[in-house]
């Protein structure tokens, strides 16, 4: 079974599909998914419901599923993780109460929206998170994270009514907090090292690698790799950073280490890569 990471606080998609062709796929994330336009087939833990226009589905981590497709359809895709909610998107005495509810929403297939009014609020949302996508206009990062806050309180409020009336959120496991300690120390590469992260988290080196890739379907390695890559990414498209700026900045020894490494992942270095993507 296919299971995904998600290497950002969150990221927004839409595309415009006539097959959906991932196979049955899990997350270790959350995933909003709205129909902007078109028909088909939700399938979830194997159970199934039909989708039209103004259906939003969540998709909770370890969740198994997949779309079959029968006319052609427009989706909104919104992934969102735990140290999203947590790193001041939301203020900080809901993120427990926030974290249960999405947790504990019917992991059965079927629209997440029960009210006309939420539903008509969700659907100028959605459009606007697009706009604001493809436009990337002034303030856009601080105007798509209000948007993306106020959709996941707006699913939240409706998983809620549905909740038993005693709702006590449990502790979170470990290795989303190890998730976070990897994100929150991703400049800082003896922080990172086997030894460091078993000493903190009190688990044995040996067993440290097991434990994490049972969790996120990755080696440990891979996903601080992947994680520093997608940073490094950013920088090269968004920041005016000087390369060995960016080397230094995620502890690198030097710019030929930087580019060795970037290039390995991205196959083009660092300076190839920031020429392509910005024309």
Known sequence: MIKQNLYEPFSI???TLDVYTKPEHKHNFFELVYIVNGTGEQCINQSKFKYQPGH???LTPDDCHTF?????TRFFFLQFNHIYLKNG????????????????ANHQPG????????????APMVEAMMREVENK??????LVQQLVNTLIIVVARNIAKYLPEQVNPGTEERATDILQYIQNNIYYPEKLKVEAISNTFGISEAYLGKYFKRHTSETLQQYVTNYKTKLIEHRLRFSD???????SEFGFTDESHFNKFFKKQRVKSPKEFRRLVRG
């Open 111 to 122: 629209c997440i929206l029960k009210n006309i009014t939420d539903k008509q609020l969700v």
């Open 13 to 15: 998609q839409h595309q």
């Open 68 to 72: 079959n497709i029968e006319t052609t």
């Open 56 to 58: 939003l589905f969540l």
């Open 137 to 142: 206009d002034l303030y856009n990062h601080e």
């Open 241 to 247: 950073k000087r390369l060995n700026e960016i080397a």
């Open 89 to 104: 998107a939301l203020h900080n005495e809901s993120v427990k109460r926030l974290e249960y509810i999405l947790h504990n």
